[in-house]
């Protein structure tokens, strides 16, 4: 019985799985080789580039114009600067794979008299170029993990490739790819001998193309979901479907993680008669977050890095980049953080844009739970009372903003994100909460959906920070919260808006007033 796969490179044997060789672009790939160049393909972790590159291995070995072998460095890494250990275990792990993929024992026979011989700095040179000269056909060379590699290194591997560059076909491989998540020009490799930063373009200027990796398309989590159900039976209903990529976006690991939770680790799901809802995804999204599964775990790992906060604490508090950071935001849109669209830059999917508000604001959330209970904002007929809801925060803020702000990494975004804390505590007692963020757009979207009796209620929440004056930016902010009330088929609105000027008074920050545009009643707060 095959599933859905959350964990290493994907087997078509065991696992539901799209042919690896169309998630590229195949007779582009070809074509590069056949014109001896070396190239980059990178892509967001756990996006299939292992299972892509072992098959791709499979397709030309196969075919039988080229030997193609594929290695993972990553082994490598616990070596650090020691060039040397580093070499050997890239040799070590060229030995293995050429005796397994190819019955091809060279490596294994010479490359440790050949380090022994030669040393750490140029081993790898020496062994490739021996093991090319010794096969009877050009080879392929797929190095996986290569920005695994630290420092030292990372150059001397560069610099070995390069320098063997002009010796191809006869006496070095006709192409070499180098897999990783970024592309090679993102490299800023801190080199202790040189004491100085280089990158990777200047230790790699050989490259010819950097490929991408891409999510899957619409129609491609469909296939995959298909696949469970042609050999199950159990078919998914079209909102689950649509759920799912609207959580997803296509993250591949994402996709199976979600379909793999719901179609085989609920129960009573096993019962394969039973069709897969929208509502078992959404249950089954929130564990996904709850487990901080190792994919999330390394994500919100990625949120501490100081290049990454430059970009993502003002994408987080609506705000625009203050300096020009083209690199950075590189950086985020190649590790899939980000991604591009016609309102600029967002988070890459539903889920990413969901935990990283949470997880920067996840201490605070748990310090609310003492401090506020979800029973004591529903009214009798089980609504939440979001009034009520808000005067309370409001009062909190008042208190003790200044003393919770401090407590966050990213405090530019601190309102937003101490109100996303306390919604979260209280909603999450029954319902769930929806954000929408992005840089340059000067507010935030949450959506706090709470089912009861006769249905689910339906609240918009628009924060907006104090941006020239007040009144316009109540102006602007009432028509963005009409717009969202209106998309999200909301049955009631709140504007909240921050303003964080130290020298005003609490009295002249702290308000509460009802407006209404175009016939709708809008709370508006001030704080």
């Not at 065991?14 to 169309?22: F, S």
């Not at 190239?39 to 291995?57: D, S």
């Not at 990625?302 to 935001?329: F, H, T, W």
């Not at 803020?397 to 209280?426: C, H, K, M, T, V």
Request: charged residues 30%; glycine residues 6%; contains cysteine.
């Amino acid at each position: 019985m095959r599933f859905f796969n959350t964990a290493g490179p994907t087997v078509c044997e065991d696992h539901y799985c799209l042919d690896p060789l169309e998630r590229f672009d195949l007779e582009d790939v070809l074509s590069l080789i056949g014109q001896k160049k070396y190239f980059v393909l990178h892509a967001p972790r756990q996006t299939g580039k292992t299972t892509c590159l072992l098959a791709l291995m499979d397709y030309l070995n196969q075919e039988g114009r080229y030997k193609c072998l594929y290695i993972n460095v990553e082994a490598a890494q616990g070596a650090r600067e020691d060039v040397g250990s580093g070499v050997r275990a890239i040799l070590s792990e060229m030995a293995d794979n050429a005796e397994m993929f190819l019955n091809d024992a060279f490596v294994m026979e010479n490359f440790n008299a050949m380090l022994d011989g030669r040393g750490g700095h140029a081993a790898l040179n020496t062994v490739i170029s021996k093991w090319t000269s010794a096969s009877e056909k050009p080879t392929v060379l797929l190095i996986d993990e290569i920005d695994s590699l630290i420092g030292d290194t990372l150059i001397s591997v560069l610099r070995q490739i390069r320098s063997g560059y002009a010796k191809r076909p006869a006496m070095f491989p006709q192409s070499i790819f180098l897999c990783g998540i970024r592309d090679v020009r993102d490299y800023r490799i801190h080199s202790s001998r040189e004491k100085e930063i280089i990158t990777g373009g200047s230790a790699f200027n050989i490259k010819a193309e950097s490929l991408r990796l891409g999510d899957f398309s619409k129609k491609e989590v469909q296939a995959l979901c298909g696949f469970h159900t042609d050999e199950t039976g159990q078919a998914f209903e079209d909102d689950a479907l649509d759920l799912v990529w609207t959580l997803t976006e296509g993250q591949p690991w994402l996709v199976n993680a979600l379909a793999y939770e719901t179609c085989f680790k609920m129960k009573k799901n096993q019962d394969r008669s039973l069709p897969i809802t929208a509502e078992m995804m959404a249950a089954e999204k929130e564990n996904i977050i709850l487990r901080r599964e190792t994919h999330i775990d390394q994500l919100v790992d990625k949120l501490r890095e100081e290049r990454i906060k430059r970009v993502m604490e003002p994408l987080v508090a609506g705000r625009e980049i203050k300096q020009n950071r083209p690199d950075d935001i590189q950086y985020l849109l190649d590790l899939g953080l980000l991604k591009k669209t016609d309102q600029g830059l967002v988070v890459a999917n539903g889920i990413y844009r969901e935990i990283i508000p949470r997880e920067l604001s996840y201490t605070t959330h748990e310090n609310f739970k003492p401090l506020f209970q979800t029973l004591w904002y529903v009214k009798d007929d089980g609504r939440l009372d979001m009034k009520k809801l808000l005067f309370a925060f409001q009062e909190f803020f008042r208190e003790n903003s200044e003393s919770w702000i401090q407590q966050f990494d990213y405090r530019e975004a601190g309102p937003q994100l101490l109100l996303q804390a306390f919604l979260q505590r209280i909603v999450n007692g029954g319902g769930s909460i929806h954000r929408e963020y992005g840089l340059g757009r000067m507010r935030t979207d949450i959506l706090a959906l709470w089912p009861h009796e006769k249905g689910v209620q339906k609240t918009a929440i628009e924060l907006k920070l104090l941006h020239k004056s007040l009144e316009k930016t109540i102006d602007a902010g009432l028509k963005q919260t009409f717009e969202y009330m209106d998309r999200c088929d909301a049955e009631a609105g709140h504007l909240v808006v921050f303003d964080r000027d130290e020298n005003k008074s609490w009295d002249d920050r702290i308000f509460y007033r009802e407006e209404t545009f175009q016939g709708q009643s809008i709370g508006v707060w001030g704080m």
